[in-house]
């Protein structure tokens, strides 16, 4: 969630925001002092002249998973920016949890449908083929 500055005119990044545009953990972030708030003009400094350990954590990346995704409800379009858990299946779609399942898209033809819920506000949907 993004705050509006004080007297400075501009808007201020909160640092989960910072830390999805920089595509670090949240708690790399709180753990190498980026405050509770960040200005654009801040960010952008960071990004021109990037610390060591910003930069030692980007070459560290192996690129098998990533550190933020954003999911988006397949029925109203909501969406959210989590952190992926291990334990995620590979999803065919999400649903806000508030949501039928009678709202969302028939089953494929040889499939069978599971849900998972816990991931946010919403329930992961599992589209399996039936064997």
Known sequence: MEQQAGARGGRDLSRRTVAQRLDI???MARHHGIPPFWSADQLAAFLADPPAWYVQSRANRTGKRPVWV???CTICGTRE???PKKWW?????????WHGADELPPVPEGARRREVDGIGAF?????EPTS
């Open 25 to 27: 953990p949240l708690e």
């Open 70 to 72: 954003e999911l988006q």
């Open 81 to 83: 920016t989590l952190r």
């Open 89 to 97: 299946p590979e999803f065919s779609m999400v649903s806000c949890s």
């Open 123 to 127: 329930v992961g949907i599992v589209d």
